[in-house]
């Protein structure tokens, strides 16, 4: 397996490893924008932009462009999240140039016809209605406007109804040019992948791109905490507990991922034995992470009826406090495999390992390679884990809450219980 990196004369970074015994490459271009790079007016556009780069070129019709992926047998999609938008590709090693020619195609030419525009915003208030018919998934937006209140952060990437059709084919094309510059963008392939090749297609496709110009500073993330709870008719009430955790930077990155598993990172988890094994107050109940470029969270997810809602809380509440006193060896070592195994297993799909050098080359300005993550994973120790533990109950904690709410404890009654 061999990493390789280069970077054209515009800035544009062009990395590789090649993936032994595949028939198959997957691509992707990464690029340093996401809704946190918003400004309120331009809300939702990062995200529409991702929607309107397959509606037509130049030279291709958005038919051309789906036709020309599913002659070849390829896929082809793109996502946005808070901090980036990726647009990626998988393809038989054959069909790499055809692949390479489509994305920076879309990037380059895209025209963003208004009769397209008008049609795609109408897709996205679809998306957004079907977003808030899925509690699990709205349940989020909740979170994170109460964590990081009044900030980049805390907005939804779909935005509001409102805003997405207020947008006009020039503030596309404004937005594009301000944040799609070469030196923020990174093209990454992975499996049968010769570098040679993907970087002469890159000099060929892609040197048109800006450098582009300095852009405003990302405002900083900044954590409040609080509580946001909405009555609704559910069979169920959704809870997600939010604390103030860690950025991707940071020294305790690999032990907070660690300290989650074990909370509530699967079937053998604190949470899952002590609240549905134990307990049978919920179906799912979870932990995660969620780790940003400045700051980041650890959540606690569950849905459970309305009866359970006022002992759940707090039984969350007790759970997160005492494995802040310490873990076992046995448990530490359980999710240290665990971990170690999703890494591996995930290196099998080209997909994944491109991906992964993207955000890496975005984030770290540099790609890690899997034995140094392992390697950091094996050397998290206990005291790591108590200082995590220690630090999670530094702040205030986050509660949302949707469904049948009225006999959910009061906010104070939660964070009293976990950072007494």
Not at 251 to 271: E, K, N, P, V, W
Not at 368 to 388: F, G, S, W, Y
Request: overall charge negative.
């Amino acid at each position: 397996m061999t990493y390789q990196l280069s970077t054209l004369q515009n800035g544009l970074r062009v990395a590789s490893e090649h993936l032994p015994g595949m028939e198959s490459i997957a691509i992707a271009m990464s690029v340093d924008v996401g809704a946190r790079h918003e400004e309120e007016a331009e809300g939702g556009l990062s995200h529409l932009l991702e929607h309107m780069a397959f509606k037509g070129t130049s030279t291709r019709s958005a038919r051309d462009i789906a036709e020309s992926f599913d002659a070849i047998g390829g896929q082809f999609n793109a996502y946005t999240s808070l901090e980036h938008t990726v647009y990626y590709a998988k393809v038989l090693k054959e069909h790499l140039p055809l692949a390479v020619d489509i994305l920076s195609d879309i990037l380059l030419h895209s025209v963003f016809d208004p009769q397209e525009l008008k049609r795609e915003q109408g897709v996205v208030l679809q998306e957004i209605a079907s977003h808030f018919d899925a509690p699990d998934d709205l349940i989020f937006d909740l979170l994170d406007r109460t964590a990081f209140p009044d900030q980049p952060l805390g907005r939804s990437i779909l935005s509001t109804p409102e805003r997405i059709m207020s947008h006009t084919r020039e503030a596309l094309v404004t937005y594009m040019e301000k944040h799609y510059a070469a030196p923020r963008m990174v093209l990454s392939a992975a499996g049968n992948v010769k570098h040679e090749m993907l970087l002469d297609l890159a000099e060929r496709y892609l040197a048109p791109l800006s450098p582009g110009v300095p852009r405003p500073p990302v405002v900083p993330g900044r954590y409040v905490g609080g509580d946001d709870r909405e009555a609704d008719d559910l069979e169920q009430l959704h809870l997600l507990l939010g604390l103030p955790a860690l950025s991707a930077h940071d020294d305790d990155y690999y032990a907070l991922q660690l300290y989650s598993s074990i909370l509530g990172g699967g079937m053998s988890s604190r949470l899952f034995q002590e609240i549905r094994e134990k307990r049978g107050l919920a179906y799912h109940v979870s932990s995660m992470t969620a780790a940003y470029a400045d700051c980041g969270m650890m959540n606690v997810y569950c849905a459970t009826g309305e009866n359970e809602a006022a002992e759940l809380p707090m039984l969350l509440a007790d759970e997160i406090k005492r494995m802040a006193g310490g873990v076992t060896e046995a448990e530490l070592s359980r999710v240290r495999n665990q971990q170690k195994a999703e890494l591996l297993m995930a290196r099998e799909n080209p997909g994944r390992v491109a991906g992964w050098i993207g955000r890496h080359l975005l984030v770290f300005e540099r790609y890690k390679p899997l034995k140094e993550i392992i390697a950091n994973i094996e050397a998290v120790t206990h005291d790591d884990m108590r200082r995590v533990g220690a630090l999670l109950l530094e702040g205030m904690p986050t509660l949302a809450a949707l469904g049948p709410i009225g006999k959910l404890p009061p906010h104070e009654a939660v964070a009293g219980r976990l950072l007494a």
